[in-house]
């Protein structure tokens, strides 16, 4: 930014053109600063245990960012994630905490094993978008409820996206061991597999497969649409005091419902990546837990879906790399879910320094007399 | 008469299966009543619920003894608690948000030190026969109950008394409703919170013990799957009251036991549906008892969830 002109006096040396920036500065600086501490004190935990903390963090280095195989693993946990982070976001500029973005995945998923069989035959071209589109009809129509239900109710969404969760999990269990069951699927009960033909492939070139393209773009769109949209506008003033959106005549109703339903869809949408891309048919595989941590990805970035899509690359490294560091280490398998609780703890807690660190007053120390 | 007794086995089986899976919901909702009577809600409970199985289950073990790992329970919830209630005592941090946090990192810790605990056998918590005037097996299966539901009962009648008829009680209900007139009155409402989240801590972590000292009986990660959230979801629906929390635990725990009940007379079908029951009616509780403008009769005015 060239603002040096604004500045009365316009003096060489002023650094009063920061001051603008101030805002910007903390809202990255607390974040990062967040994550570090989170990642400090999950170091002086493995010390108190006895492990190598730097061990840890260059295993995971290696394992989720080292070499090429290491980036293709991480870029495709990446795609759920970035998925299920929109999830929480887009609901959070209403002020919502949606936390079930797993019911949404899993039952997305479910929807497309079910859905692929009796479209076998189709052509791909209009199969995939199909199904594509039903994952994220189901996703959306199930963290919608969750809206309907807060918007007409006033049911505590987050309370409600959780319990929600669960059912899904139940109902997904339920429809792939009995109603849509593969009798060929015999140690874990699946649905049939998908045909090859609606298989996703991976991007030219890259060993990743097309639903991180998506997931990018996804994030990108909700950027635009939060950022740059009277209807992101309209939330964010319905999100700071629904009364005073109420008065001035917004539809409140309409965006938590139509908010909540999109970032389900989102979720809806990294099911049947899940499934069409990388397990081939629905199981129980599918509650690997995305959906919860894209609750901490969305939280770290701070709900804004441009950051998002670091965040969740960071986190998928260290979950890409959670096998090779288990095993190398000696570690159980809850050590990521333990890393990602230190942090979450850090970010939240660091919320309390919002607004208190005077970046203006440091910024321009000594330009005032 | 001994054995057949057709159909009637179920609802016999239900009321057995309610005693049973009821107690756990029972210790987190009380908890839970106390830390939002004081204007804070934890929704990390669940979390605790899982951390207090595994420390109860693991200090049993190591012990031998079932009630040192009741009490090493009810310390470590008491610990989440405490933290829960310091980090919310932080200007401008959120209390859902946090509690989401303490989920995670509660159950996280717990499959990480629980890990070595599950293949070791610990000793279980006693159980009183309340079924010895029946000759039925059926009956005195059904009323073998133990005794920390008669615990949570009791405990149930004395926080109520507690919170109606004491100063402690007072105080709760002051700060729950007003920091400014706590504050008026020489209360600190922070610290009043801490030790209400922390008491509310304590008991989920005894919840937990039970889960992993009788029913069902031992560690592993598969504990709880949800008990410490309906349970929390569950103080709504008895509006903050400690004897409304007592029956209200008691429904859920039948529509926990209806899957187990249905599943010893021989119907299969349809297991995972009958599981999401307890979800499902807490959804519909949920419904039925919110109202659209947010305020719930009976609730703390400080809580966050019904401002």
């Avoid at chain 2, 859902?96 to 629980?114: C, D, E, K």
Wanted: charged share 10%; hydrophobic share 55%; with cysteine.
């Amino acid at each position: 930014m060239t603002v040096a002109g604004d500045i009365p006096g316009g003096q060489a040396p002023s650094r009063a053109w920061l001051v603008p920036l101030a805002g910007r500065i903390e809202g990255l600086a607390l974040p990062v600063a967040a994550l570090l501490a989170g990642f400090l004190a999950f170091a002086l935990f493995l010390l108190l245990l006895g492990k190598n903390p730097l061990e840890f963090y260059s295993l995971v280095y290696k394992a989720g960012f080292g070499t090429a195989f290491s980036w293709s693993n991480t870029l495709s946990r990446a795609a759920p994630l970035l998925l299920a982070a929109l999830c929480v976001a887009i609901p959070a500029r209403l002020g919502l905490v949606v936390i079930g973005g797993e019911g949404a995945i899993v039952l997305g998923g479910v929807m497309v094993g079910a859905l692929a069989v009796p479209l076998a035959g189709w052509p791909a071209f209009i199969a995939m978008p199909v199904l594509a589109l039903m994952a994220a009809l189901v996703g959306g129509i199930w963290i919608g409820a969750v809206g309907a239900m807060r918007q007409w109710r006033g049911v505590n969404e987050t309370i409600a996206s959780l319990l929600m969760a669960y059912i899904a999990i139940a109902l997904m269990n339920h429809l792939v061991e009995g109603p849509f069951r593969d009798p060929a699927s015999l140690n874990k009960p699946s649905t049939a597999p998908i045909a090859e033909a609606f298989r996703v492939g991976n991007l030219p070139g890259w060993n990743v497969h097309w639903g991180l393209a998506i997931a990018v773009l996804s994030c990108i769109l909700a950027w635009i649409l939060i950022e740059r949209t009277t209807i992101g506008f309209a939330a964010r003033i319905a999100g700071g005091n629904i009364r005073a959106a109420q008065v001035q005549g917004l539809p409140v109703g309409k965006l938590v419902i139509g908010f909540t339903a999109l970032g389900g869809a989102f979720a809806g949408l990294a099911g049947y990546f899940e499934v069409s891309a990388v397990h081939g048919s629905a199981n129980a595989s599918l509650a690997a837990g995305y959906g919860y941590t894209g609750i901490l990805i969305a939280f770290l970035a701070r709900h804004n879906p441009l950051a998002i899509i670091p965040v969740a690359l960071l986190l998928a490294g260290f979950e890409a790399s959670s096998g090779l560091v288990q095993r190398r280490m000696d570690l159980p398998d809850a050590t990521m879910i333990v890393l990602q609780g230190f942090v979450f703890v850090a970010i939240l807690a660091s919320e309390t320094f919002t607004g208190r660190l005077d970046l203006v007053g440091w910024l321009t120390k000594g330009e005032r007399s | 008469m001994n054995g057949d007794i057709g159909l009637w086995a179920v609802p016999i089986a239900m009321l057995g299966g309610a005693i049973r899976v009821s107690t756990p919901f029972l210790f987190v909702s009380l908890g839970e009543v106390i830390t939002e009577r004081s204007g804070r809600i934890n929704l990390g409970l669940e979390g605790t619920l899982v951390f207090g199985a595994m420390a109860g289950y693991a200090l049993a073990y190591m012990t031998g003894s079932a009630w040192i790992g009741v009490l090493a329970a009810a310390l470590a919830g008491a610990v989440f608690g405490l933290v829960h209630g310091l980090l919310c005592s932080l200007p401008k941090v959120n209390d859902i948000a946090i509690g989401i946090a303490l989920m995670l990192l509660g159950t996280g810790l717990a499959f990480f030190f629980g890990k070595p605990f599950i293949q070791p056998v610990a000793p279980d918590l006693p159980a009183i026969n309340l079924g010895w005037w029946s000759d039925l097996p059926q009956v005195q299966a059904a009323l073998r109950v133990n005794v920390l539901f008669i615990f949570g009962a009791v405990l149930a009648v004395g926080l109520a008394w507690m919170l109606k008829r004491t100063r402690i009680g007072l105080t709760l209900r002051v700060v729950g409703d007003s920091s400014d007139a706590a504050r008026a009155l020489g209360i600190q409402p922070a610290r009043v919170r801490i030790l209400a989240t922390a008491f509310g801590g304590a008991l989920a972590g005894i919840g937990g013990a039970y889960l992993s000292l009788f029913y069902p009986g031992s560690w592993n990660e598969g504990i709880s799957s949800g008990q410490g959230l309906i349970a929390v979801a569950l103080v709504i629906f008895a509006r903050w009251s400690p004897i409304n929390c007592f029956f209200a635990a008691l429904l859920f725990g039948a529509a926990g036991a209806l899957g187990p009940a249905l599943q010893s007379v021989g119907v299969t079908t349809g297991y995972y549906l009958f599981y999401a029951a307890p979800f499902v009616l807490t959804l519909a509780v949920l419904i039925l008892s919110s109202s659209k403008s947010g305020a719930l009769t009976g609730a703390p005015r400080e809580l966050s969830i019904t401002k």
